[in-house]
């Protein structure tokens, strides 16, 4: 394996602008639930019959607010009874090192920013869990740990409407925010793109990694699974991610190959 890594990593230390794309598999080396393949969220059905993108998507939570709010309530425990890992902190390392690495994350449980990754260089194209908002007023209301020990939905504590977190539910919009983020960036190129831990089940996912391909670009995937990524990057590195992204950092400091 270290010969793969070590090409990853030349490739890399040979760039300027590098895009890292991440999902659920990154997170999973903390404890979190995958949402699809071995184990994941998806795979099931709700105890209500439902299939979980029924039960956390937008017009649920309009329509019973209570039952959207027990799904989104397990996501919201699993990210606050567990935190970042060494691969979140290699990934804000090499961002340290590289002023023109960016990160796509799919993953809402915050991990990232906590791992010290610049936002400003952050695109969380899901939003994230905190902090919640009223949907009638717009207040924010930071207590979202407070609000998982208390009966569900929580209702905002200046008019009692309900509070929702900022995250992109099933049948909801991308953040324009992020999407206009995302577009500019791909717009200046990447000479690198690396996948991590992601089934990538969305175009917008995988048009960055085509692209940078297409464009003579370097690209590798990071996931111990073989998915539709697999065949089409010049490295799939068939790995845990927090067993190759420590190693990853190392081999590119060591040799110093950063420009
Ligand atoms: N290291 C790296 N990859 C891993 C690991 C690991 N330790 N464990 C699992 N994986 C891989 C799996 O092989 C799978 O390809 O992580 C991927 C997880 O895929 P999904 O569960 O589909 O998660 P993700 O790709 O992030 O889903 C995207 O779907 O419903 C939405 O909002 C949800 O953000 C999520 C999005």
Known sequence: MDEVIARVAQAIGAAERILIITGAGLSADSGLPTYRGIGGLYNGQTAEGLPIEAALSGPMLQRDPALCWKYLAELGRACLG????AGHYAIAELQRLKPQCWVLTQN???YHRAAGSPPERLIEIHGELAPLYCQSCGAIDPQLAEHLSRPLPPTCQLCGGVLRPPVVLFEEMLPERAINSLYAEQG???EVVVSIGTSASF???VEPL???RQAGGFTAEINPGH???SDVVDVHVQERALDVLPSLLSHIK???ICK
């Open 82 to 85: 567990a935190q970042a890992n």
């Open 108 to 110: 809402i449980d915050g």
């Open 188 to 190: 200046k190129g990447f």
């Open 203 to 205: 175009p917008y996912i």
């Open 210 to 212: 085509l692209r940078t």
């Open 227 to 229: 998915g539709d990524l």
């Open 254 to 256: 060591r040799h110093r």
